[in-house]
């Protein structure tokens, strides 16, 4: 199963990369969608799951605090390393020359790869607890990998590159998550420790969810409708989640 889910996560980069070569204006539902379905995980599955598991070493407090800083640590590897497509979009106009831009590209392309392989990880940690945490945590992984491969593409194209640039950074970046996934093979964590981990991967979720994905999907399309896939997003983890005897 995890191979089969590890396979999944580089189509749906792929697949997002692609649409987005393609399409320009009707993304923003799938990233509200999304957007509410990697918050919906951090709130539903997550968070839950690490008060049960670290509560047996330290205090709820304890557990919550380390959600806040995995939000906090994300915030700075967001602002200072992954320069997140935001930012990049304003400056994409800026003066300067082909190779500044090209440069500002490949870092944003290969910061996203980066996050990719961590979130491969965090599929692999998830079936370390169990079978129905690492498929849950791989719905979330697999909506998020689907917005990196739009990113991921926009962060080339925006920045002065050729299509065939970004199909190449693309396929890097659906490969980073097989990786991380496969990586999580060689080692094992004690039901401590993973209580810290699914605690850090609930602020990373939070983050990514409230700053990346639901100001992406509002970009240019502040729309009733996209709330509503937000809302759907959460709705459905939600129920998923539940229906799964979490």
């Not at 129905?132 to 917005?147: E, K, W």
């Amino acid at each position: 199963m995890i191979i089969a889910i590890a396979i999944a996560t580089f189509v749906a980069t792929l697949i997002g990369g692609l649409l987005a070569l393609r399409f320009k204006d009707k993304l923003h539902l799938i990233l509200g969608f999304s957007a509410g379905a990697v918050i919906g995980v951090a709130f539903f599955d997550l968070l839950p799951e690490a008060i049960e598991l670290g509560s047996k070493s330290f205090g709820i407090g304890a557990i919550t605090a380390i959600v806040a800083g995995g939000f906090l640590i994300y915030l700075v590897l967001d602002r200072l390393v992954f320069l997140h497509s935001h930012r990049l979009d304003s400056d994409s106009g800026a003066d300067g020359d082909v190779s500044s831009h090209a440069r500002r590209g490949i870092l944003g392309a290969g910061s996203l790869s980066i996050h990719s392989l961590l979130d491969g990880v965090a599929i692999g940690l998830g079936f370390q607890v169990s079978v129905a945490i690492g498929a849950v945590v791989a719905i979330a992984v697999l909506v998020h990998d689907f917005s990196d491969g739009i990113n991921t593409v926009n962060l080339i194209l925006k920045n002065k590159g050729q299509d065939k640039h970004a199909f190449r950074w693309l396929v890097v970046d659906a490969v980073a998550p097989v990786a991380g996934v496969a990586s999580t093979l060689l080692f094992t964590l004690s039901e401590r420790s993973l209580g810290i981990v699914l605690a850090l991967f609930s602020g990373f979720f939070l983050y990514i969810g409230a700053s990346d994905l639901i100001p992406e999907s509002h970009h240019a399309h502040p729309k009733m409708l996209t709330t509503a896939m937000t809302l759907l997003g959460a709705a459905v983890l939600y129920l998923a989640i539940r229906l799964a005897g979490l």
